[in-house]
């Protein structure tokens, strides 16, 4: 007997993990939670569980990197050997050295750097489990221990990935999806409209690149407004510390 091949999508366009082909995974977020950063940040999306520690602005080491007019802003994403099924080597990776340098640069437009010339802002990210779409939760938390850190922002930045599967467009790609179809992720400063990190691994036609993209910017801002909740929620919490003492 021939077996039938596994499909990602069913003939009523349900996705392996249940969701609708516009739908993102459930988001829970929280703030404040590393002690000793200056700003912090967790997310859990579907099965994504990443961690965002900020420290800074500070004094730069080696202090010769120091720029004479804004900060210098460092970020290091890394995955934990046991985030994926197969063990990851701890070291960095190429692919962990370019997932760092695009969180930086699409950070970097959202950070009034040039209030703290000669400092550094450094930004950490640790995947702790990892099924697709990394880079995007990596950014959503990332931008929020930047807030969390008191550092003033043009906008926060958030991120969120469209691509195709089995002949469909779809929203927030996980693990098998990522895998078999094409992903592109982007960052959006919803404020100004301004996309600052577009990034694409497989093909689309024109067409389905511009409703990919119209797809992956509603699904920002709906990121974005969970973004805000969770910083909301962080200073209710401040004020009632306050309120207590
Ligand atoms: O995570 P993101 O989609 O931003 O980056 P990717 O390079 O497209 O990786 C897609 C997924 O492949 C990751 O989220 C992991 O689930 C998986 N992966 C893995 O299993 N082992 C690795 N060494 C790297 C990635």
Redesign the pocket.
Known sequence: MTKKPLTLINKKNIRVDGRKLDELRPIKIELNIIGNANGSAYIEQGKNKILAAVYGPKEVHPRHLALPDRALLRCQYH?SPFS???R?RPAP?R?ETE?SKVIRECLSPSIFGEYYPRTSIDIYIEVLE???????SGIIAASLALADAGIPLRDLVAAC?AGKVEEHLVLDLN?PE??KGT?M?IALMPTFNAVTLLQM?GILTTDEFEQALNLAVKGCEQVYTLQKEALKARYINVKEEVEEE
């Open positions: 995955m994926v099924k197969e990851k990776s692919r997932i990892a099924d697709g779409g990394t880079r995007c990935a693990g990522d895998n992903d992720p691994n």
